[in-house]
């Protein structure tokens, strides 16, 4: 009848002044199995019991029909853990529900008193067991919120804090590359295009004007909302993208590798006009940086939806990169940043902008034969008036 622990279960017996002799005889028995300590049923041995240590059981005497428990039971109750309290007559077992105690055995024999209380210890056990783990786990369930809640406002601090720097160099850094830009133009012209250094400079004004435009769709797609969505002609977004890529120093002879495969008729999609054509023109341009051949792009009707790729025969992303590839200033390769140029934000401008379209973009890539980034919008519904 120990518990698992190898300890005899701990009755506590309170003993009124009076005692009556069938209670001090099943004292005595059950000191054969638990083990029991006794206490006299005064109010001055409150604190006795507490300096005895916590019972599994108390029991006392309740000899009369009308007995009451003097002792303070709200104390036993603040006890933790909170031991039972049994009362035991050998009396007839009535009028005594106004007793403050949990349960109420007569005593018929100590056999089947015995039987009872192991089967009551037991129960009391597991009920102890159910009660401290299910406090653990509040107590760990507590702690995993406070962490969850802590990770939770770290990630939006540290996106507000992206989001501003973005806002702010975009913004702090358009004015003077305008300044340095007219400048050099004007020096350009008149030194003739005859000085080397002046087209080194130039050559770099020129890729510093192109770092800070992705930097400013980079701002520009973290700040889309709902009101800027609508109905946008696929075409026209293609022809924006590559006029973009037309204009910039670095793929100013490239966009003529660029091929176009579209059905002759095509529904308008619902999107962000200006976010469509430069999450296509960061897709086209990327594809031209890596790749010497033909760039496809295309859109094609699945459902109810339009199907955009665009496809190279470049070098190819490894698998284990393709992860990571969308992350805002992430590049697979140092030395292909060097010789290419960009600083990692175009597919993470890419990314964004799909986010605010509640889609995704899917990569499909073999190094060494290229890659095809993709990704689906749905068809515009338009309302005749």
């Known amino acids: 009848m120990a518990h698992k622990n190898g300890t005899l279960p701990h009755i506590l017996s309170l003993t009124p002044p009076d005692c009556p002799h069938w209670f001090q005889q099943v004292v005595t028995h059950l000191s054969q199995t638990y083990h029991v300590t006794s206490a006299t049923l005064q109010p001055d041995t409150e604190p006795v019991l507490l300096q005895e240590g916590i019972p599994d059981i108390i029991i006392v005497a309740l000899d009369k029909p009308d007995s009451t428990v003097s002792i303070s039971a709200e104390l036993l109750r603040q006890a933790q853990p909170t031991p039972l309290l049994i009362g035991l007559t050998n009396a007839p077992a009535q009028d005594l529900n106004a007793v403050g105690v949990d349960m109420i055995l007569p005593i018929q024999s100590y056999q ?6 192991q089967a009551i210890l037991n129960l009391h056990t597991r009920n102890r067991t159910l009660s401290q783990r299910n ?4 107590t760990q369930n507590a702690q995993l919120n406070e962490t969850l809640s802590r990770s939770q406002r770290v990630a939006s601090e540290i996106n507000l804090l992206k989001d501003a720097i973005v806002s702010t160099v975009s913004h702090e850094l358009k004015t003077p590359l305008l300044q340095v830009k007219s400048s050099v133009a004007l020096l350009g012209e ?10 080194y400079a130039q050559v770099a004004v020129t890729r510093l004007e192109a770092v800070i435009n992705n930097i400013v769709r980079l701002a520009e797609s973290l700040n889309m909302d709902s009101q800027h969505l609508g109905p946008v002609l696929i075409r026209e977004s293609i022809d ?4 973009n890529l037309r204009r910039s120093w670095e793929h100013k002879d490239d966009t003529e590798r660029i091929r176009i495969d579209l059905p002759k008729s095509l529904p308008p999609v619902q999107a962000y006009k200006q976010g469509l054509a430069i999450a296509l023109q960061m897709l086209l341009d990327n594809a031209l940086k890596f790749s010497d051949g033909p760039v496809i792009i295309s859109a094609h009707k699945v459902g109810h939806q339009i199907h955009f790729s665009v496809t190279d025969n470049g070098i190819g992303i490894p698998k284990n990169k393709i992860g990571q ?8 390769d140092a030395t292909s940043t060097r010789q290419r140029g960009g600083i990692g ?3 993470a401008i890419v990314r964004y902008i799909m986010e605010r379209h509640n889609s995704r973009i899917e990569v499909d890539s073999q190094e060494g034969k290229g890659s095809t980034f993709s990704f689906t919008l749905p068809i515009a519904e338009i309302r005749q008036k």
């Open 190 to 199: 008149n030194a003739g295009n005859t000085d080397l250094l002046l087209q």
């Open 112 to 117: 089947l008193l015995e039987m009872q209380l």
């Open 135 to 138: 406090s653990q786990l509040e």
């Open 240 to 243: 924006y993208a590559i006029r």
């Open 325 to 332: 590839i969308f992350d805002s200033f992430y590049q697979v």
């Open 345 to 347: 934000v175009g597919l």
